[in-house]
C-alpha cells in the first residue's frame, strides 16, 4: 500500500451515517462497526477512483490537519480495512 493505491470499498458492507459518525454493517458476517467523524468521512470519499493521496487532501481540507500526519494516520486505517477484508486495493 502507497499513496498512489487505490482503495476500493467491499460492496457486501453497507454503510450508514449517524449524524457525524457512522456504521458499517457487516452482512456476511452479521457484525456493525462503528466509525468516529473522521472515519465516516474517509469511507464515505472511497470511490474507488481516488489515490490514497487524493483522500489525505481532502481530509486535510475538511478538517484541517497536517497533511504528513493524514497520510500516515490514514495509511494505517485503511491498513486496518484491508486486513479485515472491508476494501481492496487496485493500482493506477
Known sequence: MNLQ???VQN???Q???VDDEGLLILTDIGKIKGLNQT???IWET???????AEIAKDV????NSQLSSIQNDLIEFLTQLKN???IYLKER
Open 39 to 41: 472515519a465516516a468521512f
Open 5 to 7: 493505491s487505490i482503495p
Open 46 to 52: 472511497i470511490d474507488g477512483t481516488k489515490t490514497i
Open 15 to 17: 454503510f450508514h451515517r
Open 84 to 86: 479485515r477484508s472491508l
Open 60 to 63: 486535510d481540507a475538511k478538517f
Open 11 to 13: 460492496q457486501t458492507i
